[in-house]
């Protein structure tokens, strides 16, 4: 076993963990930090991958901004402990079965292919050459993915838009 | 750094980790004392003299009582993460200073070693990805105690470093443009020998910018709403005694140190001086940058004590003002103008003299939108606010 692979364990198993546990801890707070944990545990993926772009990127969008803002959140609303029976009823119950069974069908179909070692042979080749540089992926973004990205920043310009202009109208209604 | 033995490469790596680990405490050190005495100097008064020549002891004699005293965890906390949260605001402070490059390099058997801990390609995003982390250690400290005013005063920093962070992020874009890598290593040697050859004038708004935005992610006054001490007890760290209360002392100055090394290297021109850095052999260069490096970032660091006694502090609205309707354009006209004129001109000079125009055409225009748009405040607040503050005035 070469030093990536025990790396690649320990990223994935923390991971893993981080991710149960933010199903499984009751307090929304900790909850929120497990999911940090894995974003973490995810960003190392990244860096084995040699896409420290990425890597930076994810910590800094999800680690650092999105969830800053979400425990800000749970604070400001000061939630308490969930229970399950209370959150889990009817509709919403339906709803997290079928998601639920529709993930467990893709992990499997990917488990599946990755031990018929199909699906892993061919993401190999692509971490070295595709993701490395900042350069290389600010190259692919204003060259060959240049309309998806004109749409996603157009797409983010509406939600700034959209914002702004609830805040606007609430705080019309206050005065 | 590519082609040396893996035992070098682990040894010199190593014995830097150690230099800068220690350098870093023993700065927060010299920094508590010179912050007193400075302010102590300001203030017409003396300051601690009585520990040692000078008062040069007494950080020694207050880490000794923080060490000694009780370790008090109060029963209404959150014990794990009350224990935590200290730590999660002092890792970052230390872990951030890893990429940043404090001289050129000395050259030791045969082996050249620069002088950074980690030379990675991605540094000045690290760095972003660092200090962002930084605001959980206060946040989460701040709910743990279970206290309102330690509560507010997370909810306060955690709103404010969200909000300066974005000017954090877009005041170097201009400076990655024109040096094309995110290696800090790479955008100090772009920067040349001489002060104005130094990212400072050519992108002197964001420069501006990315200072106040510095000072406000440090929570240093006038930004220190996080604890201000007339309306919030101490803040965040209102439940914290002893060894607990140290970590947090001892982040707030880190992220002074590194934040002031970051600043030197980005806008101040890392380890050059009028050519200074070359002098010597290849020893001796090496010495000599990272003395100039150090002074520079010493320098910076006194500036950080003179602006806390000469500046007040912000009330909390001034405070969102500030970072969204003027730090932000500025920082933003800063990536368009520098984009622009960098590719019709392709002059630094031109970017300068640009950067500072448009800086100055988007501040009047916004103060202008501000005094036109002005509502009438209350003529007398309601004086209950003040003494309750609710989580809402908090943010609003």
């Not at chain 1, 939600?159 to 019309?172: C, D, E, F, H, T």
């Not at chain 2, 622009?340 to 630094?348: P, V």
């Amino acid at each position: 076993m070469n030093p990536e692979q025990i790396l690649f364990i320990l990223f994935g198993a923390v991971a893993l963990i981080g991710a149960i546990a933010v199903i499984s801890f009751r307090h929304p707070i900790y909850s929120a930090l497990s999911l940090i944990v894995t974003f973490f545990a995810q960003a190392g993926l990244f860096v084995l991958l040699g896409a420290h772009f990425v890597a930076a990127a994810q910590v800094i969008v999800y680690a650092g901004a999105i969830m800053v803002l979400f425990l800000f959140v749970i604070m400001l609303l000061n939630l308490g402990t969930l229970s399950v029976k209370g959150a889990m009823s009817g509709k919403l119950k339906g709803f997290a079965i079928i998601l639920g069974i529709l993930f467990a069908a893709e992990g499997i179909y990917i488990a599946v292919n990755a031990l018929n070692d199909t699906a892993v042979a061919s993401a190999e080749p692509a971490t070295e050459s595709v993701t490395t540089t900042t350069y290389q992926i600010g190259e692919l973004l204003f060259s060959k993915y240049l309309l998806p990205f004109e749409v996603t920043s157009l797409i983010l310009l509406a939600a700034l838009i959209g914002v702004i202009v609830l805040v606007k109208r609430g705080n019309q209604d206050e005065s | 750094m590519e082609n040396m033995p893996l035992l070098v490469l682990i040894l010199s790596s190593v014995v830097k980790i150690l230099i800068i680990v220690h350098m870093l405490i023993i700065g927060v050190m010299i920094m508590i004392w010179a912050e007193r005495r400075v302010s102590g100097w300001m203030q017409d008064r003396l300051g601690p003299n009585r520990v040692g020549p000078q008062g040069l002891l007494q950080p020694i004699a207050d880490g000794l009582k923080f060490m000694f005293k009780e370790d008090l965890i109060p029963d209404h906390v959150d014990k794990p993460l009350y224990v935590l949260a200290p730590a999660m605001l002092l890792v970052p402070a230390l872990i951030t200073v890893a990429v940043v490059p404090f001289g050129s390099a000395i050259t030791l058997f045969g082996y050249e070693i620069p002088l950074q801990i980690a030379s990675i390609n991605i540094g000045i995003l690290y760095i972003l990805a660092i200090t962002s982390l930084g605001v959980y250690g206060v946040v989460l400290g701040a709910w743990a105690s279970n206290n309102k005013y330690s509560l507010l005063g997370g909810l306060r920093s955690s709103a404010q470093m969200i909000s300066y962070e974005l000017t954090l992020g877009l005041g170097i874009i201009g400076i990655l443009m024109l040096t094309s890598s995110l290696s800090l290593r790479a955008i100090a040697m772009e920067q040349g020998a001489y002060p104005w050859q130094w990212n400072f004038l050519i992108h002197f708004p964001a420069f501006l910018a990315f200072t106040t935005a510095m000072y406000a992610e440090t929570n240093r006054l006038p930004f220190d709403l996080a604890e201000a001490e007339q309306e919030l007890v101490a803040g965040y760290h209102t439940e914290y005694s002893s060894m607990k209360f140290a970590m947090f002392f001892m982040a707030e100055y880190m992220n002074m140190i590194v934040g002031s090394a970051v600043t030197v290297t980005l806008f101040l021109g890392g380890w050059h001086f009028f050519g200074l850095e070359n002098v010597g052999g290849p020893v001796w260069s090496g010495l000599i940058s990272f003395g100039i490096f150090f002074v520079k970032t010493a320098i910076f660091l006194f500036v950080f004590i003179w602006v806390r006694w000469t500046l007040p502090r912000f009330r909390y609205d001034q405070l969102m003002n500030f970072g969204w309707k003027f730090l932000l354009p500025v920082a933003l006209t800063s990536i368009v103008v520098t984009g622009t004129l960098w590719i019709m001109t392709g002059s630094r000079l031109v970017v300068g003299i640009g950067n500072v125009v448009a800086a100055f055409i988007v501040v009047s225009i916004v103060a202008g939108l501000l005094v036109m748009n002005k509502t009438p405040e209350p003529a007398i607040r309601d004086n209950d606010q003040h003494v309750t503050p609710s989580a809402l005035d908090a943010i609003e």
